[in-house]
DNA sequence: GAATTGTATGAATTATATTCATATATATTC
DNA sequence: GAATATATATGAATATAATTCATACAATTC
């Protein structure tokens, strides 16, 4: 009756706290998961969450949970090894190229504890400005991709990894900040400071100012500190991913507000040739790019 | 797609050497098992038995037994607690019951196995001779009764436990020896050494002698080695379960051969009250009896 | 107390696993 | 080395289980 399901199952609202964050985690329907907690829950004759929110473990949950992290890493390993042992050992190679500034924030952790499972697999960063990333795959200069947006590219799969919110930032005296939410016109009296990308790479650009015609003075700062101190100079607003901000805020100089009544969300996907994507290798950086995503960034959600 | 079947799977024909054993302990066809087998073999692209007799596992199939060996018995034991945590501790007590008299020398190692993992169950053997032990069971003298058929009582379960050979035993310089088999009528001269029980429970008696009408001269001992003893001193044949007499035959001086043509099979079952068999510490006895009995006795058969 | 967000549930649907009926492969016996 | 026995593989049919859909119900927030 236990089954595999079952513990992953217990982890993610565990970790998540609700059974429908769970569900968009593990790519089901909230109604799945309920069916499957009742049943074990039936099964055993105890519940396992207490019901309430946030879901909370039950003594009898946290046997499972303490099953669960006892050997999901061991059977994760086995799988991993019997992938290896039918793939060639030389061929694994990652060249990685990142259109997002602020991604190395959580890819370079990722990396690490990829490595430790894959230490045979040579990974590089590709570095420089490119227009068409996506290209740099059937160029053979690039084996993964990380991009905002999903693209119809003849031998590409995309992956989605994640989706996250990008919050308006503004001094903490600035007027706007008195508003519970930013909209587009808010943006057109005061200086827009952003990396120095193209606007089509710009997502507050790209979907909330372009298409209301609002074109504000712009500012350019190659590092996210950078546009953090501009910003509480006040020089004028910017628009970073909420991820990004939580250590800038403490300091209390600066606040975040979202963008347009429903928020700004983006959402990242990895890219590969599908002659890669379906490899051990392949599949599994990519899992550790969204565990490690979900680990370090409490604020992102699960992207379909 | 790995699942924990799949890992019980590989266990089970590792154990047997082959998938149809397997099958019968896993209460499957042979069918669904080679299907499985295929199934997680073509999705990892690896052969985890090498096919052939018995079947040996490939360094593929090395990883995945040994992740069983490391992950089931954390699994079983989570289980438990999780039982233990919905009974009420007090309630366990195991008053067994054994019509035959062999069959301590693989119940003892099982009892000791099974009090590792429930010290709270209180166990006890109840002893003397019974003519009808399942009416222990409603009398509530006993709890579970280990018998050697199926019988129907209101209120009774029986769990196959396992089947195994009868085999007769003479001495080596016997002329009886000389055959590959023994039939009824090879009993007709010879005196018949059993234990003290009533025919009713002697297999041989019953399914082979009687039936042929052939009453031989008897004689009695309690222990299973004061029957060799008589055995090898030529003082008659005996008959004795198949697990019980490698011990003896090493010294040489008595020798084993099946009874008929196709050999004369029994069963073994532990009966319960019903209200009784559902629970946890009830069912895990139930299963420590057959994996010790499969553990120590190389001969016995799965008995659906 | 209305609106929002989350969970539970029965029925319908879809996906998976198992069996049945054989074919094929592998060992054993004469 | 046929012939026989014993095991495994496989496709189609069946049975079982899991998931979704469409809602109802419960909890929480404003």
Same mark, same amino acid.
């Given at each position: 009756?236990?089954?595999?399901?079952?513990?992953?199952?217990?982890?993610?609202?565990?970790?998540?706290?609700?059974?429908?964050?769970?569900?968009?985690?593990?790519?089901?329907?909230?109604?799945?998961?309920?069916?499957?907690?009742?049943?074990?829950?039936?099964?055993?004759?105890?519940?396992?969450?207490?019901?309430?929110?946030?879901?909370?473990?039950?003594?009898?949950?946290?046997? =499972?949970?303490?099953?669960? %992290?006892?050997?999901?890493? !061991?059977?994760?390993?086995?799988? /991993? $090894?019997? #992938?290896?042992? @039918?793939?060639?050992?030389?061929?694994?190679?990652?060249?990685?190229?990142?259109?997002?500034?602020?991604?190395?924030?959580?890819?370079?952790?990722?990396?690490?504890?990829?490595?430790?499972?894959?230490?045979?697999?040579?990974?590089?960063?590709?570095?420089?400005?490119?227009?068409?990333?996506?290209?740099?795959?059937?160029?053979?200069?690039?084996?993964?991709?990380?991009?905002?947006?999903?693209?119809?590219?003849?031998?590409?799969?995309?992956?989605?990894?994640?989706?996250?919110?990008?919050?308006? =930032?503004?001094?903490?005296? %600035?007027?706007?900040?008195? !508003?519970?939410?930013?909209?587009? /016109? $808010?943006? #057109?009296?005061? @200086?827009?400071?952003?990396?120095?990308?193209?606007?089509?790479?710009?997502?507050?650009?790209?979907?909330?100012?372009?298409?209301?015609?609002?074109?504000?003075?712009?500012?350019?700062?190659?590092?996210?500190?950078?546009?953090?101190?501009?910003?509480?100079?006040?020089?004028?607003?910017?628009?970073?991913?909420?991820?990004?901000?939580?250590?800038?805020?403490?300091?209390?100089?600066?606040?975040?507000?979202?963008?347009?009544?429903?928020?700004?969300?983006?959402?990242?996907?990895?890219?590969?040739?599908?002659?890669?994507?379906?490899?051990?290798?392949?599949?599994?950086?990519?899992?550790?790019? /969204?565990?490690? #995503?979900?680990?370090?960034?409490?604020?992102?959600?699960?992207?379909?």
């Amino acid at each position: 009756m236990l089954a595999l399901k079952h513990l992953r199952l217990i982890e993610a609202i565990h970790d998540s706290g609700s059974i429908t964050r769970a569900a968009s985690r593990l790519y089901l329907t909230q109604s799945a998961l309920s069916h499957q907690l009742v049943a074990l829950e039936t099964y055993y004759g105890v519940s396992l969450f207490e019901r309430g929110r946030p879901l909370r473990l039950t003594p009898a949950g946290e046997i =499972l949970l303490t099953l669960s %992290h006892d050997i999901m890493p !061991k059977i994760e390993a086995a799988k /991993r $090894d019997l #992938a290896r042992l @039918v793939e060639d050992k030389q061929s694994g190679k990652l060249r990685i190229a990142v259109e997002c500034h602020t991604c190395y924030d959580w890819l370079m952790p990722a990396m690490d504890a990829y490595r430790t499972n894959w230490p045979e697999v040579e990974m590089d960063l590709v570095g420089g400005f490119h227009t068409d990333p996506i290209a740099l795959l059937a160029e053979d200069k690039a084996d993964l991709v990380i991009v905002s947006e999903l693209g119809k590219h003849k031998g590409v799969i995309f992956n989605p990894l994640f989706r996250y919110e990008m919050l308006a =930032l503004m001094a903490s005296a %600035h007027p706007l900040a008195a !508003k519970s939410h930013l909209t587009a /016109r $808010d943006f #057109a009296a005061d @200086v827009l400071i952003t990396y120095p990308a193209p606007d089509r790479l710009l997502d507050v650009v790209r979907r909330v100012l372009k298409p209301a015609g609002i074109n504000p003075e712009r500012r350019f700062a190659e590092l996210t500190i950078a546009i953090v101190q501009l910003v509480a100079s006040r020089k004028g607003l910017a628009a970073l991913p909420a991820w990004a901000i939580p250590t800038y805020l403490e300091r209390g100089y600066v606040v975040a507000r979202p963008i347009t009544k429903r928020g700004l969300w983006s959402g990242l996907y990895a890219a590969a040739r599908d002659t890669d994507a379906g490899r051990a290798f392949h599949r599994d950086f990519v899992s550790t790019l /969204r565990e490690q #995503a979900f680990m370090s960034l409490p604020t992102i959600e699960p992207l379909a």
